[in-house]
């Protein structure tokens, strides 16, 4: 951080145009600026950018010292920077060339050595030792969610929980869709934080059972039940007494220290403002950083809001093949936009502008802030899981719930959820919600985990740093997050193909 935390204007970049207000600023006040002294022109709303110099109609207008736009007319210093005044840069696909650049994290002070978890059969740890119903087509969702709930009112108390995962597909999908949906029911049957799973089925559906099954052969086959329930006389019945034999295979299970390299976190943001990037961001960055530095592996998804800042992912490849698979899946969701007709810029949301956010330009920087600068070691697409150490990128929309759905199963025993305008929303992985500003975190302190807008009050990234640190691996070792206390638990499925 370049500038005094407690100027009401805040530069990310020395290289920057623009500084982003940290309250609500009136027309003729005075800031300086590093060396700039700048009068406001406008009346300035909270996390909404200013001029921090004459800016001519045309030239690119920077922030993260990167450009986030082009002004679209001529913007005196101390103006309001918005939509108003400035348009995106982002057109089609683009080519880009390997330029490796520093990977060179920020060390995070006093990281802890190890947390409380759960060693699985194929060596995965996990944070939650619970029992996941899970179905493979939706006809049987109130099946799934009425099971849970009279399993937990039978059994609960003896494991971490009992809890259904129910989706509306399954049925009527074809092809790469419907591949799509059987590996990722098959990818969350085999999550470490699921000491038990059972996966409930109609009978007619195109997801069957035993294809499903036969695409994942290194199930845990012991702590797996499953049933078709046009097959049996009284499906609860049937699926209780399952879950009760599961119960009593997890319930032996026991927390054991764990290094810091066994975790796997997801990165993720929703409902971002322009305090996103320059608070909640880039602190997850430097504990995405520590667990990578550790052995441990975080994810970062969305490549929709990768869009403008895929150079500085790029160029964090650990190698020339990692460089061409981040072309091609940043390549494959540009084409995804362009076939169903829509401008690959379709972003940022009402919410997102409202909070200060311009261009996606911009919000695609600040969204890769959650990233560290940690190198690039793998790219996954959409339904595999994690096969190496170290931060990867996950084939993903920016969708909440699609997103931190497609982490999780990739292997996220922990969400980093960062957020600027709320969300009461939970995942199947343990979700810690982390506000970028204070007024959310007090506004909402059953939604909100941690704040991180004693940042821009003036605390030091690395003591904020420490402390989420510290939240995340108290977390992973059992303590309950708010989305887990409030019961808010769901996934949701990418549907990308033809319905019958």
Not at 85 to 102: H, M, Q
Not at 198 to 219: F, K, T
Request: glycine content about 10%; aromatic content about 6%.
């Amino acid at each position: 951080m370049s500038d005094c935390n407690r100027n009401p204007l805040h530069r990310v970049d020395p290289r920057d145009d623009v500084a982003t207000a940290l309250y609500d600023l009136e027309s003729g006040t005075a800031v300086t600026v590093g060396d700039r002294r700048v009068v406001l022109r406008d009346a300035v709303g909270h996390g909404h950018k200013v001029a921090l110099h004459d800016i001519a109609e045309g030239a690119q207008v920077v922030k993260y010292g990167w450009p986030i736009g082009v002004a679209t007319r001529a913007i005196a210093a101390g103006a309001h920077v918005h939509t108003h005044n400035v348009k995106t840069l982002l057109e089609g696909v683009e080519r880009f060339s390997y330029d490796p650049a520093d990977t060179t994290p920020a060390p995070v002070q006093s990281a802890p050595a190890t947390f409380d978890g759960y060693r699985r059969a194929d060596g995965r740890v996990g944070t939650r030792n619970e029992i996941w119903v899970l179905c493979s087509v939706g006809c049987v969702a109130q099946t799934a969610r009425r099971l849970a709930e009279l399993a937990n009112q039978r059994l609960g108390g003896k494991v971490d929980g009992i809890h259904a995962f129910p989706h509306p597909y399954g049925c009527s999908q074809l092809g790469d869709d419907l591949a799509h949906t059987r590996d990722m029911i098959a990818s969350l049957a085999r999550h470490p934080n699921a000491g038990g799973v059972l996966l409930v089925g109609l009978g007619c559906e195109n997801n069957q059972i035993d294809p499903l099954l036969e695409s994942a052969p290194d199930l845990d086959r012991e702590r797996l039940r499953y049933f078709a329930t046009q097959m049996v006389g009284d499906e609860y019945e049937t699926g209780l007494a399952m879950i009760e034999e599961l119960v009593a295979i997890a319930e032996q299970d026991q927390r054991e220290p764990m290094a810091l390299s066994e975790l796997v976190i997801g990165l993720k943001c929703g409902g971002s403002d322009g305090f996103s990037g320059v608070s909640a961001n880039p602190l997850v960055g430097r504990v995405a950083d520590a667990v990578a530095g550790a052995g441990g592996t975080p994810i970062l998804t969305e490549i929709p809001e990768m869009f403008g800042a895929e150079q500085v992912l790029m160029s964090r490849a650990r190698d020339r093949d990692v460089f061409d698979r981040i072309q091609a899946v940043v390549d494959d969701f540009k084409q995804y936009f362009i076939a169903h007709d829509q401008p690959i810029y379709e972003n940022p949301s009402p919410g997102n502008k409202a909070g200060g956010i311009t261009t996606l330009d911009e919000k695609s920087l600040g969204a890769v802030q959650k990233a560290g600068r940690s190198a690039v070691v793998d790219v996954l697409r959409y339904g595999e899981r994690v096969r190496t150490h170290g931060l990867a990128l996950l084939e993903a929309p920016g969708n909440d719930a699609v997103s931190s759905t497609a982490m999780t199963a990739a292997g996220a025993t922990v969400i980093l959820f960062t957020t600027g305008r709320g969300t009461p929303m939970g995942f199947p992985a343990p979700t810690l919600k982390i506000a970028s500003n204070t007024p959310l975190a007090e506004r909402k302190p059953g939604w909100i985990d941690f704040d991180a807008g004693t940042v821009l009050a003036g605390e030091p990234m690395d003591d904020a740093a420490a402390r989420l640190l510290d939240l995340v691996v108290a977390t992973a070792s059992g303590a309950e997050t708010r989305s887990e206390r409030n019961g808010e638990r769901e996934i949701a499925l990418w549907k990308q193909g033809v319905t019958v």
